[in-house]
């Protein structure tokens, strides 16, 4: 979504890329304003990073992804809701440093920006953020209210549990030692995607298991699996 920028640091509409060189003039400004309170004093090494960081982050667009999330992390302290320090690549990025889109200075700990963003990556880059659990519903309500509904989604990530996994799983679970459970895992052919009933008919050993000592194990894994 496009970030309204103050009417001072736009340029004339009728310029090249006038858009962008406005977020662009916003950016840096807010960043220079950010390295004072966080540096005191602003060296030349410093200087220079944040020369460099601008730089590539105006050449591959993002300007405007730098400024939305400081909004709304700015927006998140200013509602009291728990924000994390930062972790991942960005936290190699003094200018998200002195955004406070991060908390680690990355000089310091002697971090990478290039691991983040640089003119060679294909993949888009993301900023991870954690919010508190029970307060970051406020945090999207804000940033739908203020970008619009469609520009806001939410996604999920999950796993399966496959059949070697759930054997140890269940089998740690149960109180059984690491030994005993590695050796029922071990006996499941190393198959892309085998189930547990499949395991059983291709191998003996597992199949004596489950008639043995292990049968109740295997009993639960075979109703987790999946």
């Given at each position: 979504p496009k970030f309204d920028i103050p009417e001072e640091f736009k340029v004339a509409q009728d310029e090249t890329d006038a858009g962008k060189r406005g977020e662009n003039n916003y950016l840096k400004h807010?960043?220079?304003?950010?390295?004072?309170?966080?540096y005191g004093e602003i060296t030349l090494e410093i200087k220079e990073r944040l020369d460099f960081e601008l730089h590539v982050i105006a050449e591959t667009g993002y300007p405007g992804y730098?400024?939305?999330?400081e909004d709304f992390i700015r927006e998140a302290r200013n509602m009291d809701v728990s924000v994390g320090p930062g972790r991942g690549s960005a936290a190699g990025s003094v200018v998200a440093y002195c955004l406070w889109i991060t908390n680690i200075d990355p000089i310091k700990y002697d971090l990478l920006f290039e691991r983040f963003l640089n003119p060679d990556r294909v993949s888009m880059p993301d900023i991870d953020i954690d919010f508190c659990i029970e307060r970051r519903g406020e945090v999207i309500d804000y940033i739908k209210n203020q970008y619009g509904e469609k520009s806001v989604t939410q996604i999920i990530t999950f796993g399966k549990m496959r059949a070697k996994q759930v054997v140890r799983d269940v089998g740690r679970?149960?109180?059984?030692?690491?030994?005993?459970?590695?050796?029922?895992?071990?006996?499941?052919?190393?198959?892309?995607?085998?189930?547990?009933?499949?395991?059983?008919?291709?191998?003996?050993?597992?199949?004596?298991?489950?008639?043995g000592d292990f049968k109740e194990l295997m009993s639960h894994a075979k109703v987790l699996e999946g």
């Open positions: 807010l960043t220079f304003e950010g390295a004072k309170k966080r730098f400024l939305i999330t679970v149960m109180g059984y030692s690491f030994g005993e459970v590695d050796k029922i895992a071990k006996a499941i052919p190393n198959e892309l995607n085998i189930t547990l009933d499949k395991a059983l008919k291709k191998s003996s050993e597992l199949a004596k298991m489950e008639t």
